[in-house]
């Protein structure tokens, strides 16, 4: 339903950021679930983010961070092969992995997105603490593309980091999502209705 793209799905996988979970309820019905692991700079996991595996029209999903989980890291797609240059920061563990798939969509860009040197980081809410402890990591890392949400919050949380990144000498760039409110509905109208992303956000083919 999310239209995320097998390899990327995998590269979650083989990185130790996603597995399938149970969950069982009070009632004893098992609920499958996808779950976000969150890691340290070490790869040991600190938390995680589980998400049911399909909607019910009419009933909330199920959401919710695993007890005792510790965020200060967010959730990280890395660059597979090489050193990231660039940063790309996300709201959700879901848009960052949407926007790896549209790199990976046959037909849609040239190249493999598993060549790009480029981390996609989930803050997994608007705080900034994630990305701060990110760039202290990578000093190479110089670039920051903003991801967030279309809606006010997001706006304003991109708008305010955007202001104290580029104080402290970063090359940044907000980019909003073209359609709809995140990058997983642009993901989704690319897929379902032939959409294409706008010339300006098409990415350079990497070298390889």
Do not use: C
């Amino acid at each position: 339903e999310r239209g995320l793209e097998k390899s990327v799905v995998q590269e979650m996988i083989r990185q130790n950021r996603l597995y399938q979970s149970a969950t069982k309820t009070q009632s004893g019905k098992v609920l499958s679930n996808a779950t976000f692991v969150y890691q340290d700079p070490q790869g040991n996991p600190v938390g995680a983010f589980q998400r049911g595996m399909y909607d019910r029209e009419g009933v909330a999903p199920y959401k919710r961070d695993t007890p005792g989980s510790d965020k200060h890291w967010g959730w990280m797609l890395a660059s597979p092969f090489n050193p990231a240059t660039e940063v790309r920061v996300f709201e959700a563990a879901i848009d960052a992995a949407s926007d790896a798939s549209l790199y990976a969509m046959p037909g849609m860009y040239d190249g493999d997105w598993r060549q790009e040197p480029v981390d996609r980081l989930s803050l997994e809410g608007l705080g900034i603490q994630p990305l701060q402890s990110y760039l202290q990591l990578h000093p190479d890392v110089r670039k920051v593309t903003l991801m967030l949400d279309a809606d006010e919050p997001g706006r304003k949380a991109a708008r305010q980091i955007a202001e104290r990144l580029t104080s402290q000498g970063y090359q940044v760039e907000d980019r909003e999502p073209p359609y709809g409110k995140d990058w997983n509905e642009v993901l989704k109208a690319t897929k379902s209705m032939g959409v294409e992303m706008p010339v300006a956000q098409q990415p350079e083919a990497p070298e390889i």
